[in-house]
């Protein structure tokens, strides 16, 4: 039993992260229709941002250089929309053109950092921490810091859908682009907000996750991605809260299963949730009337 808890307090860690990845990823497939494969490079590029500004550049602490290099990356996905993804999405009806373009993104991201960066592991400069007992829980006080994050973020991203006007916006261009530009919302303007957002909610989820797994590769977003998207399709593509529950759901049953299976297939998990998803609920567990 005390293995349950542990993987179960292990498992929150993960859903935190997978949260504010699913979160971002269905933000900006809310507003442009289209799944943005270059997604876990943006993660990775968003860490690397990070631990530019911890290590080589500034030395700044991890948790202020996260802000920064999130914030980089997020100006960084507004640009590449701009210049490079929007510009194929008017010119194209169909969605599986920009979906290529995204795939090669992927690749040119991807070969970036190898580039900068080589294929070594790398870590940011933290302290070691030691692990704490809370309840039935291990936890470091990183992963406490991270679970704290992501529920706010959650939050956030609640009350900014729920009682602001971008995101009142947001969620009439998710429901029907064409009706929310006729009935006088800036479509470009909540476009380019989205994909900061995005952006942003990328680089900081490539980070917290080099944090909890105390290692930095090229490849480690590529990996998550598919995690990412089991968690989106579980709950409900385009949908926020189908997002968070997908992502508790999967973050859970994922570290949970490596107490009774071998761990190294806990990935696998995910796969199942997904194929089992799609064939007997394939609009998702958790969405309703509307995307959001």
Not at 4 to 18: C, E, I, Q, R, Y
Not at 133 to 143: E, S
Not at 153 to 175: E, F, P
Not at 216 to 230: D, K, Q, S
Request: net charge positive; glycine share 10%; aromatic share 14%.
């Amino acid at each position: 039993m005390s293995q349950f808890w542990l993987a179960f307090g292990f498992g929150l860690v993960t859903a935190s992260v997978l949260a504010i990845a699913a979160v971002g990823l269905s933000l900006q497939f809310g507003i442009t229709n289209y799944i943005n494969f270059a997604y876990g490079d943006f993660m990775a590029l968003g860490a690397y941002f990070t631990y530019e500004l911890n290590t080589s550049l500034l030395h700044w602490n991890v948790w202020i250089a996260l802000v920064g290099g999130s914030l980089l990356m997020g100006v960084l996905a507004v640009l590449l929309n701009r210049f490079l993804l929007s510009p194929f999405a008017r010119r194209f009806d169909k969605s599986f053109y920009v979906l290529i373009v995204t795939f090669g993104l992927s690749l040119i991201i991807l070969n970036v950092i190898y580039s900068f960066w080589g294929a070594d592991v790398r870590a940011y400069n933290m302290p070691i921490e030691q692990v704490l007992h809370i309840g039935p829980f291990l936890l470091t006080r990183n992963q406490l810091i991270v679970m704290a994050i992501s529920v706010v973020l959650m939050m956030l991203v609640h009350l900014m859908l729920k009682t602001t006007r971008l995101g009142k916006s947001m969620r009439a261009m998710s429901d029907n682009t064409t009706l929310a530009m006729t009935s006088g919302i800036d479509t470009r303007r909540i476009t380019t907000i989205t994909w900061f957002l995005s952006g942003t909610l990328a680089g900081l989820a490539g980070t917290v996750l080099g944090i909890t797994e105390g290692n930095l590769t090229p490849y480690a977003g590529e990996l998550f991605l598919f995690v990412i998207f089991a968690a989106v399709i579980v709950g409900g593509v385009g949908s926020i809260y189908g997002a968070m529950a997908g992502a508790l759901l999967i973050g859970l049953a994922m570290e949970v299963s490596a107490v009774f299976i071998n761990p190294a297939y806990k990935l696998d998990i995910a796969f199942i949730f997904l194929i089992f998803t799609l064939l007997f609920r394939p609009n998702g567990l958790f969405t309703r009337a509307g995307k959001a």
